[in-house]
């Protein structure tokens, strides 16, 4: 079965980079395109960007050109999620997402979330 | 940027029909998807392409498309259908874009 495992929660101070991991399993990492969605305290989904496993072509929302690094590692079925410059408001759940229904749009499988908080 | 409008809350009685809205530009030429998120849980995907239903999703989810406006439909909503939901598209660059997202209250 499809299974998305994300790294530990992080507690960082402003002006850091945090690095989130997904470990993929259950199917050919390589044949589905996987997405980074976030969620602030007590606010909606906010998409980030997408990886393509096969050729580690990305793709990043605008708001996050410049500080946000996608990458992944084909041995182990992990894509990793760089934030740099953090600040407070970038304190959120990130969550990995795998396109499913032969659609990438339809993020028919989430990792578990990943608790980012951004602190002095 | 390209914006999905969705409405803040939804009320309804146990047994009757729940509508939520969501308006985008776009709507007409990309599909639509609809989410919901429980407290404290990852979001679960409940319609996909504007109105398939994915495998193990109840019957009484459904969606439709008409317009700049898709909606999502709980027929006989029940007391765990209470939630957040949210729909989702994407822009003119293929980018994906969500609806800030609509908390369904079962009275």
């Known amino acids: 079965q499809v299974q998305l495992v994300q790294s530990g929660a992080e507690v960082k101070k402003p002006g850091a980079s945090v690095k989130v991991s997904c470990k993929a399993s259950?199917?050919?990492?390589?044949?589905?395109?996987m997405h980074w969605v976030r969620q602030a305290p007590g606010q909606g989904l906010e998409w980030m960007g997408i990886i393509n496993p096969s050729g580690g072509s990305t793709s990043y929302a605008q708001k996050f050109q410049g500080r946000v690094t996608m990458t992944r590692d084909t041995s182990t079925s992990t894509v990793y999620m760089e934030l740099s410059s953090l600040r407070s408001e970038d304190t959120a759940v990130y969550y990995c997402?795998?396109?499913?229904?032969?659609?990438?749009?339809?993020?028919?499988?989430w990792g578990q979330g990943t608790l980012v908080t951004v602190s002095s | 940027s390209y914006e999905l409008t969705q409405p803040p809350s939804v009320s309804v009685s146990p047994g009757q029909t729940a509508r939520i809205t969501c308006s985008g530009d776009a709507l007409p030429k990309q599909y639509a998807y609809w989410y919901q998120q429980k407290p404290g849980q990852a979001p679960v995907l409940v319609i996909y392409k504007d109105s398939e239903r994915p495998s193990g999703i109840p019957e009484r989810f459904s969606g439709s498309s008409s317009g700049t406006t898709v909606t999502l439909t709980i027929s006989g909503v029940q007391a765990e259908d209470e939630a957040d939901y949210y729909c989702?598209?994407?822009?003119?660059?293929?980018?994906?874009?969500f609806g800030g997202g609509t908390k369904l209250t079962v009275l």
């Open positions: 259950g199917y050919t990492f390589t044949s589905y395109y």
């Open positions: 997402a795998r396109g499913d229904y032969g659609d990438y749009f339809s993020l028919g499988y």
């Open positions: 989702q598209s994407a822009d003119s660059s293929g980018h994906v874009v």
